[in-house]
């Protein structure tokens, strides 16, 4: 007795190259930079209040200790979303900000003030990932990495992500 006929295998469809957007990018970055650039050279040679605050924030540790104690109740608030939009702004370093909250705050506000940035940060970083979805990632990755990561992914996700996500 004879099983069923096996079927033809049926491969998916290969997808349509997408169009370059890599000149755009890079044209947009380097846009980015030279304006970065230009604005900071800007308040530096103006000596501006802002470049002045900086300054004196990375010189002085006592007035760095009293900046919170100043800022009174929205100290918080302004320390959190810093410590958010560091995925946003590269420059900004984590560990940085996660030392000027010990440092502003003491050890225990600054913990627990530091880790609500860090969860908005990643709830930000979730979202945009989502928003912009795989459509985008998949342009700017070649087929064989992609590929890869799907099928891990795909057989391990969970695991995979948990252990990246410690690892970093």
């Given at each position: 007795?004879?099983?069923?006929?096996?079927?033809?295998?049926?491969?998916?469809?290969?997808?349509?190259?997408?169009?370059?957007?890599?000149?755009?990018?890079?044209?947009?970055?380097?846009?980015?930079?030279?304006?970065?650039?230009?604005?900071?050279?800007?308040?530096?040679?103006?000596?501006?209040?802002?470049?002045?605050?900086?300054?004196?924030?990375?010189?002085?540790?006592?007035?760095?200790?009293?900046?919170?104690?100043?800022?009174?109740?929205?100290?918080?608030e302004i320390f959190v979303p810093l410590q958010a939009l560091e995925v946003v702004m590269a420059p900004i370093p984590g560990e940085a900000t996660g030392v000027l909250?010990?440092?502003?705050?003491?050890?225990?506000?600054?913990?627990?003030?530091?880790?609500?940035?860090?969860?908005?940060?990643?709830?930000?970083?979730?979202?945009?990932?989502?928003?912009?979805?795989?459509?985008?990632?998949?342009?700017?990755?070649?087929?064989?990495?992609?590929?890869?990561?799907?099928?891990?992914?795909?057989?391990?996700?969970?695991?995979?992500?948990?252990?990246?996500?410690?690892?970093?």
């Open positions: 007795m004879r099983g069923p006929p096996d079927l033809p295998r049926t491969e998916e469809p290969p997808l349509p190259p997408a169009p370059s957007t890599k000149p755009t990018l890079r044209w947009l970055a380097v846009g980015l930079v030279r304006a970065l650039l230009g604005l900071g050279t800007w308040l530096v040679l103006s000596d501006s209040p802002v470049y002045r605050l900086w300054l004196r924030l990375s010189t002085d540790p006592e007035y760095l200790r009293d900046t919170p104690r100043r800022a009174g109740m929205l100290a918080p909250g010990g440092i502003g705050f003491g050890e225990g506000l600054g913990f627990v003030y530091s880790t609500a940035g860090l969860a908005l940060r990643s709830m930000l970083a979730f979202a945009g990932r989502r928003w912009l979805g795989a459509a985008v990632v998949r342009r700017h990755v070649s087929k064989v990495v992609w590929d890869r990561r799907e099928f891990l992914i795909r057989t391990r996700g969970a695991e995979i992500c948990l252990l990246v996500f410690v690892s970093a």
